[in-house]
């Protein structure tokens, strides 16, 4: 299994900008599938991002689009998230996940198909 834990949360400014990181040990991370996620107080957990084992397909939530980018670095073992123009609805706790499946899987957009789960990280967007 890998254990996965978040980073880069914090509080700013609508239009500001963040950059969660998320670093993964245990088994290698490039057999994994990787997303985030986030879930608002009172609200599900919803899809955010998503990027394959290799890194060369990405997906993201139309809400994101345009703002949000998904990366990967497997041989540093982390997965990353740039959070540009960031606005009050982006105020979550923001988790990554992952879930095994061959190279040429289709992008995962439900959390019920991830395997594995970080801690979560709190972004806050003031207004």
């Known amino acids: 299994q890998v254990r996965l834990v978040e980073s880069g949360g914090g509080l700013v400014q609508a239009g500001g900008s963040l950059r969660l990181s998320c670093a993964a040990s245990?088994?290698?991370?490039?057999?994994?599938?990787m997303g985030w996620f986030r879930q608002a107080p009172g609200k599900e957990r919803e899809f955010v991002a998503a990027?394959?084992?290799?890194?060369?397909?990405?997906e993201y939530a139309d809400s994101v689009k345009g703002r949000f980018t998904i990366s990967r670095d497997n041989a540093r073992n982390t997965l990353a998230l740039e959070m540009i123009n960031l606005e009050s609805e982006d105020t979550a706790v923001y988790y990554c996940?992952?879930?095994?499946?061959?190279?040429?899987?289709?992008?995962?957009?439900?959390?019920?198909?991830?395997?594995?789960w970080g801690q979560g990280t709190q972004v806050t967007v003031s207004s």
């Open positions: 245990g088994r290698t991370f490039s057999m994994y599938h």
């Open positions: 990027i394959s084992r290799g890194g060369g397909t990405t």
């Open positions: 996940a992952a879930t095994g499946g061959i190279v040429t899987a289709p992008i995962k957009v439900r959390s019920s198909e991830y395997d594995y």
